[in-house]
């Protein structure tokens, strides 16, 4: 009884449910969501190298893209603790706090990193090279490297949301049979820049994928 009448202390004092209009009454309504305005600005750029004949080369691609996110009136970020759609940003509550009852564990500790922010970008750089005879029996390849990388600000706006300090890079190839029939291979990896991975739920979700495709 005294850890469950502690809790609900904690509930009506905690700043994060005052800043959202403090404990819902019972059976009442309350909304998961808020309004925001929010910009966003992206560009994308290529550049095409000549063919390489001595690597079975005939073209080379890369493209490059850089987006920001900003959400306008975003007032407190302590109310936005993960991004809506998906568990990337786990960085609303940190152990710690004595206990204060014997056997039970102190009141978490709000952390100070990881919140969504009113301003975020990411960048994302892929290479395709386009090899149509490097194989026999009309099989042709086409290697792909790409890289992505958060490096400003933790999004709460949508899928794949920017969080800060977090990048992935794939490696992949896609094999074509008479530019009719498409085998894709691809393996991405998730890694942290600097402490990034603290408060990012798939830095251990790398993962293979593979596609099988057939136009007419």
């Known amino acids: 009884f005294a850890a469950a009448a502690a809790q609900c202390i904690g509930a009506h004092e905690d700043p994060v449910i005052q800043a959202l209009g403090g404990v819902a009454g019972f059976n009442s309504t309350f909304d998961g969501w808020v309004r925001k305005p929010v910009t966003q600005i992206q560009s994308t750029a290529t ?3 000549t063919a390489i004949p001595s690597l079975s080369i005939n073209s080379l691609a890369l493209v490059g893209e850089i987006g920001f996110d900003y959400v306008s009136d975003f007032g407190d970020r302590r109310l936005y603790s993960q991004p809506y759609s998906t568990d990337v940003n786990t ?9 204060t009852v014997p056997d039970q564990p102190g009141a978490p ?23 149509p005879d490097v194989l026999p029996y009309g099989i042709g390849m086409k290697p792909t490297i790409s890289l992505q990388h958060d490096f400003v600000g933790t999004s709460p706006v949508g899928v794949n949301a920017f969080v800060e300090n977090t990048a992935a890079a794939s490696v992949g190839v896609t094999f074509t049979y008479l530019q009719a029939w498409s085998l894709g291979l691809q393996y ?10 603290k408060f990012y739920g798939l830095i251990d979700r790398d993962f293979v994928s593979a596609s099988l495709s057939y136009e007419f």
């Open 109 to 131: 500790v709000h952390s100070t990193k990881g919140f969504a922010t009113a301003f975020s970008g990411g960048y994302t750089i892929l290479m395709i090279a386009d090899m």
């Open 47 to 49: 550049k095409l190298f």
């Open 188 to 197: 991405t990896n998730h890694f942290p820049v600097f402490d990034g991975g």
């Open 91 to 99: 960085a609303f509550v940190l152990p710690g706090g004595a206990a």
